[in-house]
């Protein structure tokens, strides 16, 4: 039942569905929904024991996250005295 919810929101823009598809492109179809799943029940645990609503994160989440990783260890060698700016090339 938790692999029909996934499925439904595969044409949707949100957390679930590019969760969904990251996985998918890494580790095939299957896998991809059933570790989808598995987050779209964490989720809900987590709203049954806190009580608190549900809030979307986002589709680009994890992006987000990653770079506000990488800026705030420019940050951190800034404070040590390292002369250090961000480069906009990406390596493979």
């Known amino acids: 039942m938790a692999v029909e ?8 823009n949100n957390r679930i569905a590019s969760h969904r598809k990251r996985i998918t492109k890494r580790q095939g179809k299957m896998k991809g ?3 989808s799943a598995h987050l779209l029940l ?3 645990y987590n709203i049954l ?6 809030h979307e994160l986002g589709s ?4 987000e ?17 390292y002369t250090i700016a961000p480069s906009e090339q990406q390596t493979a």
């Not at 919810?5 to 949707?12: E, P």
């Not at 770079?67 to 005295?81: A, C, D, R, T």
Request: hydrophobic share 30%; glycine share 4%.
């Open 5 to 12: 919810c996934v499925l439904a929101t595969s044409r949707q």
């Open 33 to 35: 929904r059933i570790a």
């Open 42 to 44: 964490t989720i809900a």
């Open 49 to 54: 024991k806190t009580g608190e609503p549900y």
């Open 60 to 63: 680009n989440y994890l992006e």
């Open 65 to 81: 996250k990653q770079m506000n990783k990488e800026l705030k260890m420019i940050e951190y060698l800034k404070k040590k005295g």
